[in-house]
């Protein structure tokens, strides 16, 4: 993946989550995560940890949130 895609697809979760569609957002966060941890990117990935907690959080997925977040902060 290409630091430019990692972009789109941040972006295009964090689009998601502001239209209320939260789990494409989790899944646009999580093909993100992927490619920032394939590019070595300690701080996109900790970034998209966090996106993808608040989106589960807004679902009700308490424990996926708790486990995004807890990673973005490691």
């Known amino acids: 993946a290409s630091p430019e895609l990692l972009?789109?697809?941040i972006l295009e979760g964090r689009l998601a989550h502001?239209?209320?569609r939260?789990?494409?957002a989790v899944s646009l966060y999580q093909r993100a995560h992927a490619a920032a941890a394939g590019l070595?990117?300690?701080s996109d990935q900790a970034l998209t940890s966090?996106?993808?907690g608040n989106a589960?959080?807004?679902v009700?997925?308490?424990q996926d949130a708790e486990?995004?977040?807890s990673r973005a902060l490691d």
Do not use: H, K, V
């Open 22 to 24: 939260f789990q494409d």
């Open 50 to 52: 966090n996106y993808m």
């Open 67 to 69: 486990l995004y977040i």
């Open 18 to 20: 502001t239209e209320g």
């Open 40 to 42: 070595g990117s300690l």
């Open 7 to 9: 972009q789109i697809d």
């Open 56 to 58: 589960a959080r807004d």
């Open 60 to 62: 009700g997925r308490y």
